[in-house]
């Protein structure tokens, strides 16, 4: 393979992009926005090991991490940190859900350990307030999800061969016509490779349209996420946190003690919603998140999850939180069905490859490296 063109500029389409020039394979990579502003943007920038579900999901979300902290030595500017992870038990029934977990066959591989407060308070002394233990997980980890595209491309950009083509980016592109090995923008330039790969993320009505609508069920749906972010806390928070709701949606946690948990708050649970907090760079805090899955979405964002989860984040922290300064929505696209992502093909020579869900940002470097083991094989 000597020439790949990569339509869509978020995390998915950008490993790929890395793992094509890893190979020494010439890449074009199209993005119809002037920079991307998909959910590569808008998560977290958690690379989340802790909650994968026993089996190929944890492999391929280990192996991602693997891929991770590796591009982190060659492209510090991803904020990459194994900082790890505190899921934080507030009542018994969610530290004996806990325990379970600590107790799994897997739990050494996750980095499980369970603590009590004091030893959890030594680990992030930022939990001033009141819990009754937390999981720790050494594998989880944070990436500064912001800068990772562009990180990513301008290391592509410094590291391209002095001759040949090596990295073409080209921001303001939409592909809209798919043919075999090649696309069409609409400018009206083709992009020909002995490979196009699709990653147009949760964009079911372009040039991935035609292709999904041949599917009986549809084999990826998008979901809806409400997130914010304050203003710089005046303490490091050193390690990314979870609230005991975050045990109500991940696999791994699904053990006897989740049908102990207590009930969610009624706004809780009207919109699926989980604490995750990670402290970016700057001091700053993001906080999520809810899920929706009913289209067509609100083109607001609602305060009463936001009340709800800057409550939760309150009362592990002890303190008020900053003000907040931003919040926002994303979209994600996630399988439907057991695949952990899906990638098929739409025309000899063009693949797609969307719907890993909110496990994409961690998973992008293993899906990407798998794309090219498949078509390579
Ligand atoms: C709020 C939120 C929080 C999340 N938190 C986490 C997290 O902490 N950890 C984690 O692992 N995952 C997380 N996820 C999931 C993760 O962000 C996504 O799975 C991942 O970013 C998907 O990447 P993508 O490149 O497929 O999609 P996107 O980021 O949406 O990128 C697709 C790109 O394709 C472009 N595009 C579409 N159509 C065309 C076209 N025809 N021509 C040119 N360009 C096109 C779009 O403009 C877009 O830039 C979260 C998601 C959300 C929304």
């Given at each position: 393979?000597?020439?790949?063109?990569?339509?869509?500029?978020?995390?998915?389409?950008t490993?790929?992009?890395?793992q094509?020039?890893?190979?020494?394979?010439?890449?074009?990579?199209?993005?119809?926005?002037?920079?991307?502003?998909?959910?590569?943007?808008?998560?977290?920038?958690l690379?989340?090991?802790s909650?994968?579900?026993?089996?190929?999901?944890?492999?391929?979300?280990?192996?991602?991490?693997?891929?991770?902290?590796?591009?982190?030595?060659?492209?510090?500017?991803?904020?990459?940190?194994?900082?790890?992870?505190l899921?934080?038990?507030?009542?018994?029934?969610?530290?004996?859900?806990?325990?379970?977990?600590?107790?799994?066959?897997?739990?050494?591989?996750?980095?499980?350990?369970?603590?009590?407060?004091?030893?959890?308070?030594?680990i992030?002394?930022?939990?001033?307030?009141?819990?009754?233990?937390?999981?720790?997980?050494?594998?989880d980890?944070?990436?500064?999800?912001?800068?990772?595209?562009?990180?990513?491309?301008?290391?592509l950009?410094?590291?391209?061969?002095?001759?040949?083509?090596?990295?073409?980016?080209?921001?303001?592109?939409?592909?809209?016509?798919?043919?075999?090995?090649?696309?069409?923008?609409h400018?009206?330039?083709?992009?020909?490779?002995?490979?196009?790969?699709?990653?147009?993320?949760?964009?079911?009505?372009?040039?991935?349209?035609?292709?999904?609508?041949?599917?009986?069920?549809?084999?990826?749906?998008?979901?809806?996420?409400?997130?914010?972010?304050?203003?710089?806390?005046?303490?490091?928070?050193?390690?990314?946190?979870?609230?005991?709701?975050?045990?109500?949606?991940?696999?791994?946690?699904?053990?006897?003690?989740?049908?102990?948990?207590?009930?969610?708050?009624?706004?809780?649970?009207?919109?699926?919603?989980?604490?995750?907090?990670?402290?970016?760079?700057?001091?700053?805090?993001?906080?999520?998140?809810?899920?929706?899955?009913?289209?067509?979405?609100?083109?607001?964002?609602?305060?009463?999850?936001?009340?709800h989860?800057?409550?939760?984040?309150?009362?592990?922290?002890?303190?008020?939180l900053?003000?907040?300064?931003?919040?926002?929505?994303?979209?994600?696209?996630?399988?439907?069905?057991?695949?952990?992502?899906?990638?098929?093909?739409?025309?000899?020579?063009?693949?797609?490859?969307?719907?890993?869900?909110?496990?994409?940002?961690?998973c992008?470097?293993?899906?990407?490296?798998?794309?090219?083991?498949?078509?390579?094989?």
């Open positions: 393979m000597d020439r790949v063109v990569v339509v869509g500029g978020g995390v998915l389409g490993m790929h992009a890395v094509a020039r890893s190979r020494g394979i010439d890449v074009v990579h199209l993005e119809r926005e002037a920079g991307p502003r998909g959910a590569s943007v808008r998560n977290f920038g690379i989340w090991v909650g994968r579900a026993a089996g190929p999901e944890l492999a391929l979300a280990q192996r991602a991490r693997t891929l991770w902290e590796e591009l982190a030595m060659l492209v510090p500017a991803t904020g990459f940190r194994a900082h790890g992870s899921t934080v038990a507030t009542d018994d029934a969610e530290l004996g859900l806990l325990k379970e977990a600590a107790d799994l066959p897997d739990a050494a591989e996750r980095g499980f350990e369970l603590l009590d407060v004091p030893a959890a308070a030594e992030n002394p930022a939990l001033r307030g009141e819990f009754a233990g937390a999981l720790l997980c050494r594998q980890a944070i990436v500064e999800p912001r800068r990772v595209p562009g990180a990513l491309r301008d290391y950009i410094a590291s391209q061969p002095t001759s040949g083509d090596g990295y073409e980016w080209l921001p303001g592109r939409e592909a809209i016509e798919v043919a075999p090995h090649a696309v069409r923008d400018t009206g330039s083709w992009h020909r490779g002995d490979l196009v790969l699709l990653c147009t993320g949760a964009a079911y009505t372009g040039i991935a349209g035609p292709h999904l609508a041949e599917y009986e069920r549809p084999p990826v749906r998008r979901v809806r996420l409400q997130m914010l972010e304050t203003a710089p806390l005046d303490r490091r928070v050193t390690t990314a946190v979870a609230d005991g709701d975050s045990l109500r949606y991940y696999p791994a946690f699904d053990l006897p003690g989740r049908a102990r948990l207590a009930p969610q708050p009624p706004v809780a649970a009207a919109t699926a919603a989980q604490l995750l907090l990670v402290q970016r760079l700057d001091g700053s805090l993001t906080i999520g998140d809810t899920h929706s899955y009913q289209v067509p979405f609100d083109f607001d964002v609602d305060e009463a999850p936001y009340d989860l800057r409550a939760k984040a309150e009362q592990l922290l002890g303190s008020q900053p003000p907040v300064r931003r919040r926002w929505a994303g979209v994600y696209s996630q399988t439907t069905g057991p695949e952990l992502y899906h990638r098929s093909q739409v025309a000899p020579g063009v693949m797609l490859v969307t719907g890993p869900g909110g496990r994409g940002m961690t992008s470097p293993a899906v990407a490296e798998e794309t090219f083991a498949t078509c390579e094989s």
